[in-house]
């Protein structure tokens, strides 16, 4: 090996300065190729995952879409999609660990889902990460609730700092959490990524205790470039003190 290529070496193993080795595990992304808006090849996907890696994560669970108008997947689907994205990293020799569940879109054909005992893919154990549109309150959002765990489900709402709808309805929002209703918080929502009010909105949710998990739902490069700007949110050091479940997924 010439002097450069050790200077190589060296400098790939260096570690990242940018961390996230206080999440561990990140739980929402989309990082499966070609299935919805998020990675597109396989080469991205892999990209991608290099650099949550390099954060110092230690395992990724990652979430695609499953909206009936949009993004028709299957628990087949994602798994044939997790085995071919497996093989991919283990062709590049990229050690980590990574598995997939789904972002559940709500809407009536996911309630009729639910109600019919189909097989929802879970973060772990009985978890199930679900989104809403940003702008209107579902109708059934509590009924689908309700019904998800009457068949055994825990349900997390993604991003509730991005709903319109719950930022300006305080009384909802206390009703979600009276029922229970896991918060997962993206990161970037604490960078500004989204918008000032989603901002302040995922701060006083940290401020006041109500985030369970944080996630990067990170789709592309563009996502983690701004992610790396997170240590500049005052938030940074509080939310790596918080007793969150993405250390026990
Ligand atoms: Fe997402």
């Known amino acids: 090996m010439g002097i450069l290529e050790i200077f ?7 570690p990242h300065e940018f961390s996230l080795k206080w999440l561990e595990v990140d739980m ?27 954060y110092g994560l230690r395992k990724i669970i990652t979430t695609p879409h499953i909206m009936t108008e949009y993004f028709r997947n299957t628990p087949e689907i994602i798994r044939m999609g997790l085995e071919e994205l497996r093989l991919g990293l283990q062709n590049e020799e990229i050690d980590i660990q990574v598995d997939a569940a789904a972002e559940y879109y709500l ?36 009924e689908i609730f309700f019904t998800m765990e009457m068949n055994g489900y825990k349900p997390i709402l993604a991003h509730p700092e991005r709903y319109h709808y719950l930022i300006k309805d305080t009384a909802f ?5 009276d029922r ?11 960078t500004g990524f989204y918008s000032k009010p989603i901002k302040h909105f995922a701060e006083m949710l940290v401020d ?3 985030v369970k998990l944080f996630g990067t739902d990170c789709h592309n490069h ?10 500049n949110s005052k938030y940074f050091e509080k939310i790596q003190e918080m007793d969150i479940l993405n250390h026990y997924l």
């Open 173 to 177: 929002l206390q009703d979600l959490l």
């Open 28 to 54: 929402h992304s989309h990082l499966i190729p070609g299935i919805d808006d998020g990675a597109k090849t396989l080469p991205d996907s892999i990209a991608l995952i290099k650099r949550l890696k390099q």
């Open 208 to 210: 006041e205790n109500k």
């Open 180 to 190: 229970e209703i896991y918060f997962q918080i993206n990161l970037l929502s604490l």
């Open 222 to 231: 563009r996502y983690l470039d701004m992610l790396e700007t997170l240590p």
């Open 8 to 14: 190589k070496s060296q400098k790939k193993e260096t």
């Open 107 to 142: 809407d009536e054909i996911f309630l009729e889902k639910v109600e019919s005992g189909q097989e929802l893919l879970t973060i772990k154990d009985n978890l199930v990460l679900v989104e809403t549109g940003f702008i209107n309150k579902p109708q059934m959002m509590l």
